[in-house]
C-alpha cells in the first residue's frame, strides 16, 4: 500500500493540495462523464504520486490532465480540455440558447452543459411566458396561456393557409422572444454567462447580431428524429415526476411532432446546429464541441476568424 502523500500545486495562492473532486470538475469541460472524469483524475493523481511529486504547478497538472485525457479517453477529449483551459481568456459571457419541441431533452441538457461549463444562471423560457401570463390576461393574448402545442386553438382566426398548430406556436413564441431577448441584453449588461433554454428559442426569432460584441451567443436546437424514442421521453417522464399532464403530452404529441419540424427548419434556414438527442451524454458532448469551437474561433484575431455556413447536424449521431 502506497503511503498517503500531499501533492500541493505551488502557484496557486496560498498553495493548495491537488483535489480529484475539483480536478473532475474541471475535466468535465471535455465532454467526459462525471464518472470518467473522476477516473481521469484519480489517474492523474496516481501519475503524480508514481513521480514522486510533492508540488506542481497548475500548467504542470494541466499538461498530465491532458496526457491521461489522451491516454483513456481519446484525443478528442484531450484537446477539447486543452482548448477549455484557452477559452478561459475571453472577456465576453457566454450566452448559449437551447431550443427544441417538447420532450427532447433540453431542460436536461441545460443543467448538465450548466454543471460542466461552470455557468450558474440557467433560464427556462416557460419561466418567462409565465411571468408574461400574469401581467396580460388571457382575454389578452389567449395564445401566451396555452401550451407551444396547442397554441393554435387559442387564436381568434386561424389562418387558412398555414397549419393552426404553427400558426399558434409563432404568435406565441414571437411573444415570449421578446422575454428572451431581455435576458440576453441582461447577460451583455451584467457579464455574466448563461444558458437560455425552451421551446420558444427558436432560431429567427431573435436577433443577436447588435450584441455580437459584447456576448459569445451560441444558439443550438436539439431534436429527436425517431417518433418512438421521442414519445419513449415522455413515458420516462411519467415514472419519476408526478402530477405531471403526460397523458396530455402523448394525446398532443402529433402537434409536438409538427413543432420540432418548424424549428428544425428554422434551424437550418438560420444556419443554427441541430443536435440530435438519443443518448445524453453525445448529445453534450455535441454541444460542448461546438461551445469550444465556437469560443476558440472567438479568440482568434476577427480578420482570421472563420465564418460559419450552413449547418444540417452536428455530432450526437444515433447509435
Do not use: C
Not at 176 to 196: P, T, Y
Not at 223 to 229: K, L, M, P, Q
Not at 306 to 312: E, L, M, N, T
Amino acid at each position: 500500500m502506497k503511503p498517503s502523500r500531499t501533492i500541493v500545486v505551488s502557484d496557486r495562492e496560498p498553495g493548495l493540495p491537488y483535489s480529484k473532486g475539483m480536478r473532475a470538475t474541471d475535466i468535465m469541460v471535455s465532454g467526459l462523464s462525471p464518472f470518467r472524469a473522476y477516473q481521469v483524475a484519480e489517474e492523474v493523481e496516481t501519475r503524480l504520486l508514481d513521480g514522486g511529486a510533492t508540488q506542481v504547478t497548475a500548467g504542470e497538472v494541466d499538461e498530465l490532465t491532458a496526457q491521461v485525457l489522451q491516454d483513456l479517453a481519446g484525443e478528442r477529449y484531450a484537446k477539447n480540455y486543452l482548448r477549455w483551459r484557452e477559452v478561459a481568456r475571453l472577456d465576453v459571457p457566454l450566452v448559449i440558447l437551447i431550443g427544441g419541441a417538447t420532450g427532447v431533452g433540453k431542460s436536461t441538457i441545460a443543467t448538465q452543459l450548466a454543471v460542466r461549463l461552470g455557468i450558474v444562471r440557467v433560464v427556462g423560457t416557460d419561466a418567462v411566458r409565465e411571468v408574461m401570463r400574469t401581467m396580460l390576461a388571457p382575454e389578452l393574448l389567449p395564445s401566451l396561456h396555452t401550451s407551444s402545442f396547442a397554441a393554435g386553438k387559442a387564436l381568434r382566426e386561424p389562418p387558412r393557409s398555414v397549419d393552426p398548430v404553427i400558426a399558434g406556436f409563432r404568435e406565441q413564441t414571437a411573444l415570449v422572444s421578446v422575454g428572451v431577448g431581455a435576458l440576453v441584453q441582461r447577460a451583455a449588461m451584467e457579464g455574466s454567462s448563461a444558458i437560455i433554454e425552451g421551446a420558444h428559442v427558436v432560431p429567427g426569432f431573435f436577433d443577436l447580431a447588435p450584441l455580437e460584441d459584447r456576448i459569445l451567443a451560441i444558439p443550438v436546437v436539439v431534436a429527436v428524429d425517431d417518433e418512438e424514442v421521442h414519445r419513449s421521453h415522455f413515458v420516462a417522464r411519467s415514472t419519476d415526476a408526478a402530477g405531471r399532464p403526460f397523458e396530455r403530452y402523448l394525446a398532443e404529441f402529433s402537434n409536438i411532432r409538427k413543432v420540432q419540424k418548424y424549428i428544425r427548419s428554422q434551424a437550418l434556414s438560420h444556419g443554427v446546429p441541430v443536435v440530435p438527442n438519443y443518448h445524453l451524454d453525445q448529445a453534450l458532448t455535441a454541444v460542448i464541441d461546438l461551445v469550444i469551437e465556437r469560443a476558440a474561433a472567438r479568440l482568434q484575431p476577427r480578420g482570421g476568424r472563420a465564418r460559419s455556413g450552413r449547418v444540417a447536424e452536428v455530432g450526437g449521431a444515433r447509435p
